[in-house]
């Protein structure tokens, strides 16, 4: 059975810091993919990572996944408000299934 | 831009009632999922479809089914409510030729009393 572990599970950092969030999971997978929640919405796309070495970035967040070590990371660089939100990894179990299993979120805080 | 539309964003319903909750895409995807998010659990997997008329068990299946009869459209039936399913609810789609990315609607929260 998959699991997806992700931590920190609750990140306070002051706006300007650089951070990493680790997404974890249990079984072999190529596919794995980051969405942010805000407070009382739905989950938003942020990136689609499809093979090892992946690397995807936009604006002040990276995102990478190494299929060998089963882990992706988020990086934030000089955080700023607007990216408080939950963070989500979701990875597929199976290159023949679309269903993902999701981590339990980061959430995250960037105070001034 | 894919649209996914869930017909309930605020519910309250009594223990023992039956519940649907209502979900509609318009980008003919294939595959549509129910998810049930709770704080520190993440998403979970209620059940999920890749056809008309077809369903399979996702990871906490009890006391839910849901129904099929169109591809556009995924209902999630809750037959007799209880309180431990008070929750939030999301519905996805996502298609079987592209990236595997699945697209969310706004959310059901349901609250059973």
């Known amino acids: 059975e998959l699991k997806v572990e992700q931590n920190p599970l609750f990140l306070s950092m002051q706006e300007g810091k650089n951070y990493t969030i680790y997404c974890n999971y249990s079984?072999?997978?190529?596919?794995l993919y980051w969405y942010r929640q805000d407070p009382g919405k739905s989950l938003e796309s942020l990136f689609v990572?499809?093979?090892?070495?992946a690397v995807k970035q936009e604006g002040r967040l990276m995102a990478s996944l190494d299929t060998k070590a089963r882990l992706s990371t988020l990086h934030i660089t000089a955080a700023v408000h607007d990216l408080s939100a939950t963070y989500f990894c979701?990875?597929?179990?199976?290159?023949?299934?679309?269903?993902?299993?999701f981590g339990t979120g980061t959430r995250l805080q960037v105070f001034p | 831009d894919v649209k996914v539309t869930q017909s309930s964003r605020y519910l309250v319903k009594r223990t023992g009632e039956k519940v649907f909750l209502e979900c509609v895409q318009d980008?003919?995807?294939?595959?549509m999922f129910w998810y049930r998010q709770d704080p520190g659990l993440g998403l979970r997997l209620i059940y999920f479809?890749?056809?008309?008329?077809?369903?399979e068990k996702g990871d906490i299946p009890e006391g839910y089914s849901v129904s099929r009869e169109k591809k556009e459209r995924f209902s999630l039936i809750l037959e007799s409510a209880s309180t431990n399913q008070t929750s939030m609810y999301l519905c996805?789609?996502?298609?079987?030729?592209?990236?595997?990315?699945?697209?969310f609607g706004e959310g059901s929260r349901l609250t059973v009393l």
């Open positions: 996805a789609s996502g298609g079987t030729s592209g990236t595997g990315e699945l697209f």
């Open positions: 079984t072999t997978s190529d596919r």
């Open positions: 990572l499809l093979s090892n070495g």
């Open positions: 979701a990875v597929a179990p199976g290159s023949n299934t679309d269903k993902l299993i």
């Open positions: 980008m003919d995807h294939e595959n």
């Open positions: 479809s890749y056809d008309v008329k077809m369903k």
